[in-house]
């Protein structure tokens, strides 16, 4: 495992089609539709740079340009908002920047699969532990959800999986882990000795669903290098990590706070709603507007 130890870099692969909310997505990257009034990705490079990532490495693809141009300068629309002495609304745009050379962008060039993208960031993550941040999914949660991640990851090193209790009636549609029985659970932290893809009712090892914030050893690209196809026919990364797991720790880490799956047409509506609820500024306003709504 890498000598490195703080978890300095964060991938995000935004290289998929967003086939469940089409047609927006024809045009528009699915991390950049709004949830309230900022980019889904907005939400996941604040939740971050709260955790002490310093550098982000996008995996994007095809029509995903406009990612590139919401984290720069947008020069006219600041000199505009300048004239006018919208100095709030300047300020919370130019705040959201990175610094120059803290974002890189690589091409995955096809779509083959999670795992793909992931290992598209090999040579920008070098020898070091990273995370990996599934940009679809926004995390409801007091301390951010990575930061929780590399709290325990301080005390355990190896990887880590955050994970979310489901109801078990709903096991089956997601990918979940094994916890270890031979060693006990430390508080949010489950040793695990596996991970299963969508298991059949009643086979579940446990209802806790992995929901899209990982750390991982950078030894996982040498097994992504040469990972074949799996589910559906794409490169997965949970096949490359159950490889991993015969080699190197891996914990599960239960997020305490709520996930709002982004990627499907009512997780979008449910995180709008969350999100509009939850804002000082809108609370009231949004909760009027959805009372009024349902009447
Ligand atoms: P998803 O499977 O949720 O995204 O992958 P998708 O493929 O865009 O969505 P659907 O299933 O067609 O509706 C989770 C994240 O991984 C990225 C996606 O952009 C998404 O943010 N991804 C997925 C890649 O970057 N490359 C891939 O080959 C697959």
């Known amino acids: 495992m890498a000598a490195q130890t703080k978890v300095r870099k964060a991938v995000l692969p935004v290289a998929g089609f967003g086939t469940r909310v089409l047609p927006g997505t024809k045009v528009v990257a699915k991390e950049l539709l709004n949830v309230v009034d900022r980019p889904i990705l907005s939400y996941i490079v604040a939740e971050a740079r709260a955790a002490g990532i310093e550098h982000f490495v996008f995996v994007t693809g095809r ?41 890189s962008f690589v091409r995955q060039m096809q779509p083959l699969g999670l795992g793909h993208a992931v290992w598209c960031a090999r040579d920008i993550v070098g020898d070091e532990p990273f995370a990996v941040m599934l940009p679809d999914m926004i995390m409801a949660a007091a301390r951010p959800a990575l930061g929780q991640l590399v709290d325990a990851h301080a005390r355990t090193g190896g990887n880590l999986i955050l994970v979310e209790p489901v109801p078990e009636a709903e096991v089956h549609k997601y990918g979940v882990v094994a916890p270890d029985p031979t060693r006990p659970r430390q508080g949010a932290v489950i040793p695990i000795s596996g991970m299963v893809e969508k298991p059949p009712v009643g086979t579940a090892p446990s209802n806790l669903y992995v929901n899209g914030r990982y750390i991982l050893q950078p030894e996982i690209f040498g097994l992504l290098a040469d990972q074949t196809a799996g589910a559906g026919g794409e490169i997965q990364l949970t096949d490359a990590m159950a490889r991993l797991m015969a080699s190197q720790p891996f914990h599960a880490v239960e997020l305490d706070g709520h996930t709002h799956d982004c990627g499907d047409k009512i997780g979008l509506l449910r995180a709008n709603v969350a999100m509009a609820l939850a804002r000082p500024d809108l609370g009231a306003a949004a909760r009027e507007a959805i009372e009024e709504l349902l009447g």
């Open 63 to 103: 029509g995903k340009a406009a990612i590139e141009d919401y984290f720069d300068h947008h020069v006219e629309l600041e000199a505009a908002l300048e004239s006018k002495g919208k100095t709030a609304l300047l300020n919370e745009i130019r705040t959201e920047l990175p610094r120059p050379g803290e974002m």
